[in-house]
């Protein structure tokens, strides 16, 4: 889990119909200096404004019409350095700061009964936790016969109640604020108890975000893509259940309302899944999303994945230095990256298997991801067979892009009619060697 650094959050009063949406700014320290100022909304940001702070450091931020209804974080930031985070929802309000470096103490905010709410809880649930982490080590200090291990203990049962009803107040709160504290809270790893067994945290803060985690108010909370990379580590490191991930992702998706907000969440996920080499996974929830009809203008990877070809389906052409080569015979077709460990193992037991592959019939095909020929970077291997593509694209390269490659090494089997009978990560699982 990554601890995120909050500064100051802030949110004024309500906006009348027809009223354009203001924000003044005050940062006597920053007089004349050059500012920009954007809205989060998942992994990108909408700039909204930009230009220069008067003399005394103010501006007014004015949120265009097509941005009215927005509610979540935005982000003020002077271009050489410096700035600050603060809640937008739908209302009017203003904010000062007189000192270099704004936090919660030293920022004053106009009519914010959210900024309010989130400066108030989070000190205090800091002041818990300080507290509790003085606590406990007063109780590993002092043995359970030893007068002062008993104080200790009441001590902690009386910052556990505190803690407790510092959550319930804040699960029961209808603010923005509130939903980004508890979206706060599962990035830093707090759970609902000092102390718990890393399992059970881990269960308590999965079920948070496949339940409770409303995606609207992710998206537009600069923490995108923290939190999803966060929960999927945590299903990985912790739960390490691919079936549970897979059935938590599809129920997430179900909850999700907005197509935006769905496609984007499927984007993520199948990039991290690339990324952790879960090749099922991506395939599976690709073909999920693309089943639901609710994707919009996903991104090519995602749009790679989902076309990509299929076991039982025509093998593509591939593209050639010649030209286009159409696969109408027994083949092994290898996509790897040399100087990969996993190619690299798969390209020994490829050339010491060599004959047993052809006397079955196949022939060899190998496509390469390498960008360079430079044999310092393992580019070195001489191959037996005649087929040996490589573009020096890497996995931008057409063959890739078709094939829809997503980690290497990759095998494909394919049979006399082109079709393609089995994709595997290993020569041993493709049981040509049998």
């Not at 599809?250 to 991290?272: D, W």
């Not at 690299?344 to 196949?362: A, D, P, R, T």
């Amino acid at each position: 889990m990554k601890k995120i650094v909050l500064q100051a959050i802030a949110v004024l009063g309500v906006v009348t119909s027809g009223q354009s949406q203001t924000i003044n700014v005050n940062f006597s320290h920053y007089g004349g200096k050059q500012y920009v100022y954007v809205l989060e909304r998942g992994s990108k940001t909408d700039t909204i404004a930009s230009g220069k702070l008067d003399a005394t450091g103010k501006a007014v931020l004015v949120i265009p019409t097509a941005k009215k209804g927005y509610t979540g974080i935005s982000h003020f930031a002077l271009t050489d350095g410096g700035g600050m985070d603060f809640i937008v929802n739908k209302e009017n309000f203003a904010i000062s700061c007189l000192e270099e470096q704004p936090n919660f103490e030293n920022t004053k905010y106009t009519g914010s009964p959210e900024n309010d709410f989130l400066n108030q809880k989070i000190q205090q649930q800091k002041a818990i936790l300080d507290k509790a982490g003085f606590i406990q080590y007063g109780l590993n200090l002092y043995a359970k016969e030893e007068p002062l291990h008993a104080a200790f203990q009441k001590e902690n049962q009386n910052l556990q109640q505190q803690f407790t009803a510092l959550a319930d107040e804040t699960a029961k709160s209808p603010l923005y604020a509130a939903r980004f504290i508890e979206i706060y809270n599962f990035l830093m790893g707090i759970g609902s108890s000092f102390n718990q067994p890393e399992e059970e945290k881990a269960k308590e803060l999965n079920l948070f975000v496949k339940e409770k985690l409303d995606m609207q108010v992710l998206y537009n909370s600069g923490f995108w893509n923290q939190a999803i990379e966060g929960w999927t580590d945590l299903q990985q490191k912790v739960i390490k259940d691919d079936a549970v991930l897979l059935a938590d992702t599809k129920q997430i998706l179900s909850r999700i309302k907005s197509n935006e907000i769905y496609t984007a969440f499927t984007e993520k996920v199948v990039a991290v899944f690339t990324k952790a080499g879960k090749d099922d996974l991506v395939e599976t929830i690709s073909q999920y999303a693309a089943k639901s009809g609710r994707l919009e203008k996903p991104a090519k990877q995602l749009t790679n994945v989902i076309n990509a070809p299929v076991v039982g389906g025509l093998a593509p052409a591939l593209q050639t230095a010649a030209g286009k080569k159409v696969i109408n015979k027994k083949t092994l077709l290898f996509f790897y990256e040399s100087g990969c460990n996993n190619c690299e193992n798969e390209i020994h037991q490829l050339l010491g298997n060599y004959e047993i592959v052809k006397s079955k019939g196949y022939e060899i095909i190998s496509v390469a991801a390498d960008m360079t020929k430079d044999a310092a970077d393992g580019h070195n291997h001489t191959f037996p067979w005649k087929e040996q593509l490589c573009d020096y694209k890497g996995f931008a390269g057409p063959n890739f892009q078709t094939y829809a490659i997503i980690g290497t090494p990759t095998f494909f089997t394919i049979d006399e009619k082109g079709i393609i009978t089995g994709k595997y990560a290993r020569l041993v699982d493709t049981e040509i060697l049998k």
